[in-house]
């Protein structure tokens, strides 16, 4: 059974540094995975994402120099260190994984996702 269980939010001060942590099981972490964050009332949106066989990275324009994403293939995790905190980085981030991915940030192309991790930043 495929599962993204993702760790690491939490609360932080505006300037902060978090890292989340997502683990993958069941063979899928060959394909691309990704990034994605959502606040209530407004869709889920695109954050990061990394392809293994390219090692190809993207990011959504507001994160860019304050994000990266990067992963442990060796033991099946992506993570996405966050620096630079923002008030407006608040929001619940999803881990998604997808075996044909064209479009980072269509999430309809990704097959699996994780349950979500709360990211609180205060001013």
């Known amino acids: 059974q495929v599962q993204l269980v993702e760790s690491g939010g939490g609360l932080a001060q505006a300037g902060g540094s978090l890292r989340l942590s997502c683990s993958a099981s069941?063979?899928?972490?060959?394909?691309?995975m990704a990034w994605f964050r959502q606040v209530p009332g407004k869709e889920r949106e695109f954050v990061a994402a990394?392809?293994?066989?390219?090692?190809?990275?993207a990011y959504v324009d507001p994160v860019k120099g304050r994000f990266t994403i990067s992963r442990d293939n060796s033991k099946n995790t992506v993570y996405l260190q966050m620096n630079g905190l923002k008030p407006e980085d608040t929001a619940v981030y999803y881990c998604?994984?997808?075996?044909?991915?064209?479009?980072?940030?269509?999430?309809?192309?990704?097959?699996?996702w994780g349950q979500g991790t709360q990211v609180t930043v205060s001013s």
């Open positions: 069941g063979g899928i972490f060959a394909i691309t």
């Open positions: 998604a994984g997808g075996r044909t991915v064209s479009t980072y940030s269509r999430r309809s192309e990704y097959d699996y």
């Open positions: 990394s392809r293994r066989i390219t090692g190809t990275t």
